[in-house]
């Protein structure tokens, strides 16, 4: 859920941006203000679990490198 916040804004540009003719001018406009209300929610429910609940949340999204028993991530 984190890592839709990012890319919910990043899809909805590639999809405006390369098929909004398709949809034309209120579909273009439609389709980036559905997503930037998704997000919007999204970003609402994460600040109340990391804000409010005071949980921790460690995000790992790839190791960086791993030599033997040494990780970097």
């Known amino acids: 859920m984190f890592i839709s916040v990012i890319i ?10 390369f098929f909004g003719r398709y949809f034309g001018r ?3 406009v439609f389709i980036a ?12 429910v994460l600040f109340y679990e990391v ?6 949340v460690y995000i790992c ?3 960086w490198l791993t030599i033997g028993v040494l ?3």
Not at 8 to 17: D, E, F, H, Q, Y
Not at 51 to 56: D, K
Request: include cysteine; glycine fraction near 6%.
């Open 26 to 28: 209120y579909g273009a």
């Open 33 to 44: 203000n559905f997503f930037v209300i998704i997000t919007c929610l999204i970003s609402w």
């Open 61 to 63: 999204l790839w190791e």
């Open 8 to 17: 919910l804004p990043v899809l909805s540009a590639i999809i405006v941006g």
């Open 51 to 56: 804000i409010v609940s005071e949980t921790t």
């Open 71 to 73: 990780k970097l991530q």
